[in-house]
């Protein structure tokens, strides 16, 4: 499968611990985004990188919240002391130049 | 403050009719408009998009129609199928080709009835 991967699926935590995700592009895109989604809403971008660099991380939705893409492939998203507020799907999407973005499944994070 | 708005959380047609589904925005700036369908436990993915530039685009049975001055545009999907039956989600852009981030509407819920 060629696709954008995400992990984990699920993640269960308890208020204040740090949580990380994991999103793999698909192989040959050079953007790559993350986006929070509630219940009843729509994607809301946070972040998005082209290559290693981080070109818009002003929608990130407080300092808690992190993103890298070390080497310009793979990205993680970490959300550090985490509130029940922070219960949401998170998604990644990638792009090449002029394309669409591909999303991946989405990791949905329960803090309880 | 919603720059994208759909305005019907959901909407029922019957199979082999036209489904047209509506957003609004306000934003000025969004140059590139594009929907995304969803299934549950799926991300979204993408259907069709619009350049600014252009008042319609077809895909097959999807066509997207732009009104820039009216700040709308809308989905056709005809014949409606079974399978169209999902989240459709409305999002724009403001850079050319939605190399940004998007911004997304709240989705609209398309049942396709037997």
């Known amino acids: 499968d060629t696709g954008v991967s995400q992990n984990p699926r699920h993640k269960i935590t308890k208020r204040g611990q740090n949580v990380t995700f994991r999103c793999d592009p698909i192989s040959e895109h050079n953007r790559l985004y993350w986006y929070r989604q509630t219940l009843g809403q729509g994607p809301e971008f946070l972040t998005y990188?082209?290559?290693?660099?981080?070109?818009?991380k002003s929608r990130l939705l407080s300092d808690r919240f992190s993103a890298e893409r070390p080497k310009g492939s793979f990205s993680t998203l970490e959300i550090q002391r985490t509130e029940q507020g922070d219960s949401a799907m998170y998604l990644c999407a990638s792009s090449s130049e002029g394309s669409e973005q591909f999303f991946g499944p989405g990791t949905r994070l329960t803090v309880l | 403050d919603q720059q994208v708005k759909q305005n019907s959380p959901s909407l029922s047609v019957q199979e082999g009719r036209i489904s047209i589904l509506n957003c609004d925005y306000t934003?000025?700036?969004?140059?590139?408009f594009l929907w995304y369908k969803k299934y549950p436990a799926e991300g979204p993915t993408f259907l069709i998009s619009i350049s600014s530039i252009k008042d319609k685009n077809e895909d097959g049975r999807f066509t997207v129609f732009l009104n820039k001055s009216a700040k709308h545009l809308s989905l056709h999907i005809v014949p409606s199928q079974p399978g169209d039956s999902a989240v459709y989600f409305c999002?724009?852009?403001?850079?050319?080709?939605?190399?940004?981030?998007?911004?997304f509407g709240k989705g609209t819920h398309l049942i396709i009835q037997p």
């Open positions: 990188f082209q290559n290693e660099a981080q070109l818009e």
């Open positions: 934003n000025s700036m969004f140059d590139y």
């Open positions: 999002a724009a852009s403001e850079a050319g080709g939605g190399a940004d981030g998007l911004t």
